[in-house]
C-alpha cells in the first residue's frame, strides 16, 4: 500500500509548509518547494504549470510572464537550484528571483 502524500493548498504561507520534506502530490517524488495554482509544488512540476505556450512570432503583442523557476537554471544551466517558497535561486551563477507575491 502506497500512501498518496496530501497536498498542501498554495493559500499557505511557507511558514506553514514542510517545504522540504513532503513529498509532491503531483509527481510523488520530490520535496515540495514552491506554491503552484492550487497546491505546493516541487520546482519541476511548478515549471511544468507555469510553462507558456509559445508565442506566434516576433510581432505578437502579447507579453507572457517569465519563468524563471525550472530545475536547471536558464542562465547558467546548472542543475543547482533551490527554492524556500518565496524565492528561487541558482547556486552556481547566483541568480535569484522572487516567486511569490506577498499578497498570496
Not at 493548498?9 to 492550487?38: D, F, N, S, Y
Not at 537550484?81 to 499578497?103: I, P
Request: neutral net charge; aromatic residues 6%; proline residues 12%.
Amino acid at each position: 500500500m502506497t500512501l498518496v502524500p496530501e497536498p498542501f493548498p498554495a493559500r499557505l504561507l511557507p511558514e506553514e509548509v514542510p517545504l522540504g520534506t513532503a513529498l509532491c502530490p503531483r509527481c510523488h517524488e520530490r520535496p515540495i518547494k514552491l506554491a503552484g495554482q492550487e497546491v505546493w509544488l516541487c520546482i519541476a512540476c511548478y515549471a511544468l504549470e507555469h510553462q507558456h505556450p509559445p508565442r506566434p512570432g516576433d510581432r505578437s503583442r502579447s507579453y507572457l510572464p517569465a519563468n524563471f523557476a525550472t530545475p536547471e537554471c536558464l542562465a547558467c544551466g546548472s542543475g543547482a537550484v533551490d527554492a524556500d517558497g518565496r524565492l528561487w535561486w541558482c547556486t552556481s551563477c547566483r541568480l535569484c528571483t522572487r516567486v511569490r507575491g506577498e499578497g498570496r
